[in-house]
């Protein structure tokens, strides 16, 4: 001990040990108190040590023997900077979380019910960064008489509005009509009368039955033809690791803001028990930098695979029931690009 230099600091165990430890200061006797902690570093690092805390602005106070007075008003100065600290810590934290949920544009679905959507996706309080609003927005819209929402963060709040479904209305006189474009192939007339046949084209929108005495009931069904065009280009980019990390460590739930000289990075986090004088849990965050790369598409040779891919999330959207027929495809080079235009033939029940 008579070689060691002992300080008290501001910072945390983990903040001590990532500012020491990456220049190659050892620390020993760690001991974490509520107002920082004390450390030791060997006599020869001591100086290397004071530039350190002095350039990170961290508080501290060099500990000894014949120090004991200096020690009380240095601890009692440190006080103050700590409260100082953690009640910025505190606003800075509140600042970054949801505590609250605000919804407008209902009227049909109760605030309750939308709230408890939301509340299934996000816990409160929350941190911002945590929250993905487009779950949130997908969870609100699974609510039966919702069509659309938007979803935002501003402040402390979350802001949902919501588009809700017209209420279903009965066409007028008692008519059926055709909600597709289509070649009509079958008509099963309950009540009314019929206007239109097998064989027929008719618009969406377009009176297939009309009432008479009574009213206008049937089934009509017809061909349907689904279109839908998508874009793939000759080349993307995509981002490679360059073989460049830098790892830091930390505790606590929330990592420390990235300082580092990577533009563009990719993270991996692990928890790691730092053998120190006394062993604690802590988090190790591994930076790799990455860098983008233009990639070439080959469309020739996965074109089967990028057509089926397409037509599998082009069949996940068809309107059900309904009975395939066929489908097919059509491809044009257009400014360096690849266009798919993508073709389903259905059959389906087009009345409403």
Known sequence: MKNRQTFFSDGTASQISNLMMPVGI???????????????????????????????????????????????????????????IVFTAVAVAFSECVTKISVSGNEEVTTEEIKEAVLQEIDLPSIKSVVDTERVKKKVCEIEMISDASVEIDGNTVFVNVLERLPQVKTPEGEVKSLYDALVTKIVLYEGECKTRVGD????????????????????????????????????IVLRRTGREQTIFFTGDKAPEYRGEFRLYETETEEVLLRLAVPFKAKKITYHEVEEKEETIDFEERKEEIVQEKFDAMEKALPRPYEKLKNWFFIKTVDKMNVLDLYYEIEIKISE
Do not use: M
């Open 26 to 84: 050892k620390i020993f006797d760690v001991r974490e108190r509520e107002d920082g902690c004390v450390f030791s570093v060997n006599g020869k690092d001591a100086g290397s040590a004071k530039k350190i805390l002095e350039g990170k602005r961290k508080s501290f106070v060099p500990i000894g023997p014949d120090r004991s007075g200096i020690l009380k008003r240095a601890v009692k100065r440190v006080g103050v900077w700590v409260g100082l």
């Open 201 to 236: 084209t008719v618009r969406a929108g377009d009176v297939l039955i009309t009432k008479t005495d009574g009213n206008a009931q049937g089934d009509v069904y017809g061909r349907v033809w689904i279109h839908e065009q998508t874009v793939v280009p000759f080349s993307r």
